[in-house]
């Protein structure tokens, strides 16, 4: 029988999840456009969806406020 062996994520992707767990600690409200325009100014040429999927492989999301769907309207 064969099995799948994972390969893991690449050298670059895991600079680049490094990258943004140290600027996420600074900034939780940035959020993966605006992430990816900060690694642009440290000269990582990434496009939105690729941090987009980084941030959620790692579990970060931005903070903002969330609409408040349960809450009923007053009356």
């Known amino acids: 029988s064969l ?7 690449e050298k670059e992707n895991l600079e680049l999840m490094r990258l943004l767990d140290e600027q996420y600690t600074r900034t939780p409200f940035y959020g ?5 325009a900060w690694l642009e100014t440290q000269g990582h040429q990434v496009n939105h969806k690729r ?9 970060l999301e931005a903070i903002y406020p969330k609409p408040r769907l349960s809450v009923p309207a007053p009356g």
């Open 51 to 59: 941090v987009s999927r980084l941030m959620r492989l790692m579990g």
């Open 32 to 36: 993966a456009r605006r992430m990816r």
């Open 3 to 9: 099995y799948y062996q994972e390969r893991g994520e």
